[in-house]
């Protein structure tokens, strides 16, 4: 085999968890959803709910797909999220007037009330990490940038 055959040779990775990047990625998951599910019952909503809050937080008086394509959710999966946030109080949905078609989501009192009280959360992940702002922020892009090449090659 000549150095340019050598060059192109793929390399293998063997079959153990511990060595697959989705395991790497779904063991991190889970550990940070426990300190999330830790802090967030104190709130009295799960992390998906958190979610679909961050987004009305930052933005209120979207439609149910504007808040699914931030979070990269279809609506068979997000309504019954909304329907539980209505339900605790914290959000009210009803048809577009423009379009009734869609719904539009807006925060209540209490979900307005609730930013306060939830301010602290990105502060106490930070620590639980144990990571510097430099070393979140590099490895945020990186796993952005690895969502998006992901995308696109389904």
């Known amino acids: 085999m000549n150095s340019n055959q050598n060059d192109k040779k793929v390399k293998t990775t063997p079959l153990l968890v511990d060595q697959q990047l989705c395991f ?3 063991s991190a998951n889970l550990a940070m959803n ?3 599910r830790q ?3 104190q709130l009295d909503i799960t992390y998906p709910q958190y ?3 961050l987004v009305l937080w930052a933005k209120d008086d979207l439609t149910v797909s504007e808040i699914g394509e931030q979070l990269f959710l279809d609506s068979a999966t997000l309504t019954p999220l909304l329907k539980r946030l209505e339900s605790a109080g914290l959000i009210h949905r009803q ?3 423009q379009d009734e078609r869609q719904v539009v989501v807006t925060l209540t009192e ?3 009330a609730l930013q306060s009280r939830a301010s602290a959360i990105p502060e106490a992940i930070q620590c639980a990490t144990a990571c510097d702002d430099d070393t979140l922020l590099a490895l945020k892009n990186e796993l952005d ?3 998006d090449n992901l995308n696109r090659s389904r």
């Open 34 to 36: 426990k300190v999330y």
């Open 39 to 41: 802090l967030l019952s």
């Open 110 to 112: 209490q979900g307005r």
């Open 145 to 147: 940038l690895l969502r």
């Open 51 to 53: 979610l679909v809050m």
């Open 24 to 26: 790497a990625l779904y």
């Open 95 to 97: 048809r577009s007037r």
